[in-house]
């Protein structure tokens, strides 16, 4: 791999349908090979370690191992996650940035009570709390403006119409493995034996906060988080926070 090269300022604008119909053309290490080859350090990765967290960072430390990873832990993740984690961590050595809500979970809870319990407005401020103002401290903190998500179009009907590359307000974010089924995730995991997440065998197929997150009944994820009232914890949503890059 070589080393990381000096790239124009964050001020360089990319042509998102561009990029995008370019990198449908490739597989998902030579997309991320295409993006640190132009983009250097403009990029920024993220993992919630979840289900399918094993599959990014196995790409991101075979292909680009030099960009920073954000794990943003809001507090209130299943205690296999966070030793779940850990595993990967420990299997991936890479340039991870962890980062926290500025509020306490206790904190939060004595001023606003279980706001993912108060429908769809708490679990807005929710997200925009212990998310998306996390994610946005830290692509600012590290200096990039271009997000690597491992945001998949089967995860759920909402995903379905992404592209490769979507501008979201001044933060350009690109799904290297957005394209792939879920048998292309479970051939993946099994040809790199990769470990699974704990919670993978007693019916998760998505992974978020212990509190509003439940096992599928019927496969599906739609309905397995915030009591099926949304899916998105808001990063890939339009904050519709002006100071915000995302």
Request: with cysteine; charged share 25%; aromatic share 10%.
């Amino acid at each position: 791999m070589e080393a990381l090269r000096t790239v124009p300022g964050l001020s360089e604008e990319i042509d998102p349908e561009g990029l995008s119909s370019e990198l449908a053309g490739l597989r998902a290490g030579q997309r991320l090979e295409l993006l640190y080859e132009r983009l250097g350090d403009r990029l920024v990765a993220s993992t919630s370690f979840g289900l399918q967290a094993a599959v990014m960072l196995k790409l991101l430390h075979d292909r680009t191992p030099n960009v920073p990873v954000v794990f943003i832990d809001t507090g209130f993740l299943f205690p296999e996650t966070y030793q779940y984690a850990q595993d990967l961590m420990e299997r991936f050595p890479l340039d991870y940035r962890i980062y926290h809500p500025t509020i306490s979970a206790a904190r939060m809870q004595a001023l606003w009570g279980n706001l993912w319990e108060e429908g769809r407005e708490g679990a807005d401020q929710y997200g925009l709390l212990t998310k998306v103002e996390p994610m946005n401290r830290a692509l600012r903190e590290i200096g990039g403006d271009v997000w690597i998500s491992g945001l998949r179009r089967a995860h759920s009907e909402s995903r379905q119409v992404r592209n490769f590359a979507e501008q979201q307000k001044k933060t350009l974010k690109v799904y290297p493995i957005l394209d792939w089924a879920d048998a292309q995730v479970d051939l993946f995991f099994h040809q790199n034996k990769l470990p699974r997440h704990p919670l993978a065998e007693h019916g998760y197929v998505t992974m978020g906060d212990w509190h509003s997150t439940r096992p599928s009944e019927d496969g599906s994820a739609n309905g397995t988080r915030f009591n099926g009232e949304r899916y998105e914890c808001g990063l890939h949503l339009d904050s519709q926070t002006s100071d915000f890059q995302i």
